[in-house]
């Protein structure tokens, strides 16, 4: 066949522009990313052959590395399982994760450094090959064909494709350097043997096949020198280690290896099990959230090994799914070497394991909270939606409910801080029997809600619901420390204090002699609203929109409808303020009549106006405006 050319997809193209583009401190970083893919597909190859005898041959794994001066190119060999054809248009060629165009627009919206610690979040893997090479060669084999591909590009938008000849499965990456990585007197020259030596020392220690090398070795000075060929890496498992042996740095190398990071994880857990069941695991809560952490292709699960033999990819047996974000790996001698993942889910090793592990994650949690808020807080910013859906997901289990609610974070309308439930409980006043919650979009919404007003004026704290799975997550949990949790915008909150009850009272006398004021006003907005009444609870405000106990609130409303799940239905009560100003109007006007159109455009004006407050877009926002015209030149 003759030479392909093909186009990147368009995604994969933008991501190489910024990879290639964005100053890297660290250029060294493609060669650990090609030698984690080599290392991969060694593992592919050893778990396929396990079933497919035909792929077993002689040839051991090895990964031969070859920097050349004269050539100005640095090629990495492997002998794994190799791509055909297709694969290497799907797996070179594309990007297939949800939330990649989101992340590229964060990252064109960012300065640069920004820009360089969110692509950190990506697996930009094989395309750091472009950081130093202006030209990449790919020639590979699939395991068990007989035809071979070779894949070029400059990284500039297009790829070449043809049939090629190679003499055995598996994958040649010859990168054609650009100028000054190959410069003695530079920073880097990647053709330099012991340049290239140390690197593999550095970040590739522990992958678990050989990566090997040539090295010249003179002799006596008439002798022409001779070729030894030498591995390079120890290849012993660093989780095989005792603790007190390993560093923070061999941690972090690790992981950024192990599990393609580009950055050090924010916190590393170490657990070893003599028990029943026999393990160890590596563990890492990585420092940032992948952009397609809640998408349903975001794939969990911790990596199995059996006595250091690597076994699978992706395990979700271990944990629950709203531990996600963690990742890592089990090595355990008490699991068979050919296990399914049929035989995995049925396991009680690996229930044992999985509780033992989330238990020790939630430990080590707690541990940060206590030590080190601003690690904690900076873990939340990342993670803190997990959490908050593993006690949703919780709800009929109150020890893994209570396992999680002190891990809880929440800002309040103290200084718009982070709190815990524990730290708001301590603040109440004596008299205060509830803890007090307010759904809305963010913080500024939630303190411009009118029923901030008065608990302000009290001193009392409200925490800020902000993100939509909040109102779910404190409903599921119903109370803290023996608290009830009340929402400011139901329609049964109110204040507990002396002063509030009386002009709570105030408020119901007012009410008695309304006559059918309200049932007219109720009337003239129509069938929206369950019911319309006076409210103590506002003090300069005019109205407010509450809603019905039980059912979902106005913001729960809005995530079901996102959701496709529209008879979720708030139940609305409005609420007017007996001393406003529009009060009277209001009375004015209905004397002229229930029916009378000056009534009724500001019963129905004040309706829009509750709903706006909330971050509900009235029905028809120019009829809106209109009114609001008329009303402002009367
Ligand atoms: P990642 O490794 O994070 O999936 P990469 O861009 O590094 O992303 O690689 C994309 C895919 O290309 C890999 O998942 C793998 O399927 C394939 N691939 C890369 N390098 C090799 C290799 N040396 N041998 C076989 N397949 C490879």
């Not at 799907?90 to 969110?118: C, M, P, Y």
């Not at 407050?613 to 009303?631: R, S, Y």
Request: proline share 3%; hydrophobic share 40%.
């Amino acid at each position: 066949m003759a030479v392909e050319k093909l186009q990147f997809q368009a995604e994969t193209k933008r991501l190489l522009d910024l990879v290639v583009n964005s100053i890297y401190t660290n250029k060294e970083i493609f060669l650990r990313e090609l030698i984690s893919n080599a290392s991969d597909a060694l593992d592919k190859l050893r778990i396929e052959s396990l079933t497919n005898s035909e792929l077993a041959d002689d040839s051991a794994p090895e990964i031969f590395i070859i920097p050349d001066a004269a050539t100005k190119t640095i090629t990495i060999s492997d002998n794994g399982i190799g791509m055909t054809r297709d694969e290497v248009i799907n797996n070179i060629g594309t990007i297939a994760k949800s939330g990649t165009k989101d992340f590229l627009d964060k990252i064109r919206e960012s300065s640069n450094a920004a820009a360089q610690e969110l692509i950190g979040q990506f697996g930009v893997g094989f395309y750091s090959a472009f950081i130093v090479a202006e030209e990449v060669e790919l020639i590979t084999r699939k395991a068990g064909t007989d035809s071979a591909v070779k894949w070029t590009s400059d990284g500039a938008g297009e790829y070449e494709l043809e049939d090629f000849n190679k003499d055995s499965r598996g994958t040649t990456i010859i990168l054609h350097l650009k100028k000054e990585f190959t410069d003695d007197d530079g920073e880097y020259n990647f053709t330099d043997v012991y340049q290239i030596e140390r690197l593999i020392k550095k970040y590739s220690d522990f992958v678990r096949y050989p990566i090997k090398m040539n090295f010249e070795t003179k002799g006596k000075e008439e002798d022409a020198p001779t070729i030894e060929i030498r591995t390079v890496n120890s290849m012993k498992p660093l989780w095989t280690r005792s603790k007190s042996e390993i560093s923070q740095d061999d941690y972090n190398e690790f992981f950024k290896q192990q599990l393609h990071e580009w950055e050090n994880p924010l916190e590393i857990l170490h657990v070893k099990a003599e028990g029943t069941v026999e393990y160890t695991a590596l563990l890492c809560i990585p420092k940032r959230a992948a952009t397609n952490l809640y998408y349903s292709d975001y794939e969990a699960g911790l990596q199995l090994y059996s006595r250091h033999v690597f076994i699978m990819d992706k395990c979700k047996d271990f944990l629950p799914d709203w531990l996600r974000f963690v990742k890592g790996l089990v090595d355990s001698p008490d699991l068979p070497l050919n296990i399914s993942r049929e035989i995995l889910q049925q396991s009680t090793g690996v229930k044992v394991i999985g509780k033992a592990l989330e238990k020790n994650i939630l430990k080590q949690l707690s541990k940060m909270l206590k030590d080190d808020r601003d690690k904690y807080l900076e873990f939340w910013a990342q993670f803190g939606k997990s959490l908050k859906i593993g006690v949703y997901n919780s709800m009929f289990d109150n020890k893994a409910k209570d396992s999680l609610k002190d891990l809880l974070l929440f800002q309040t309308s103290k200084e718009d801080k982070f709190s815990t439930l524990a730290e708001y409980v301590e603040r109440m006043p004596d008299f205060q029997k509830q803890i007090y919650v307010a759904p809305g979009k963010d913080a500024a919404a939630i303190k411009n809600l009118p029923q901030m007003e008065l608990l302000r004026d009290r001193g009392l704290e409200v925490i800020y619901l902000t993100d939509p799975v909040d109102e779910f997550t404190i409903q599921v949990l119903n109370e803290y420390a023996e608290k009830p949790f009340q929402s400011i915008t139901r329609e049964d909150f109110e204040l507990d204090d002396a002063e509030s009850q009386k002009t709570k009272a105030e408020v119901e006398e007012i009410a008695k002699t309304q006559g059918d004021l309200l049932k007219d006003v109720k009337e003239a907005i129509g069938g929206n609203v369950k019911e319309v009444r006076l409210t103590s609870r506002l003090k300069s405000g005019a109205v407010c929109l509450v809603t019905g106990e039980g059912g979902p609130s106005l913001s729960m409303e809005k995530t079901f409808a996102a959701m496709n799940n529209p008879l979720f239905k708030a139940t609305q009560i409005l609420e007017l303020n007996p001393n406003h100003a529009v009060f009277n109007k209001l009375q004015n006007l209905h004397a002229l009549g229930k029916d009378a159109p000056e009534f009724k455009n500001l019963c129905t004006t004040l309706y829009s106006l509750a709903l706006l407050i909330e971050g509900v877009m009235p029905d028809n926002p120019a009829e809106l405006v209109n009114k609001i015209t008329e009303l402002l030149t009367k």
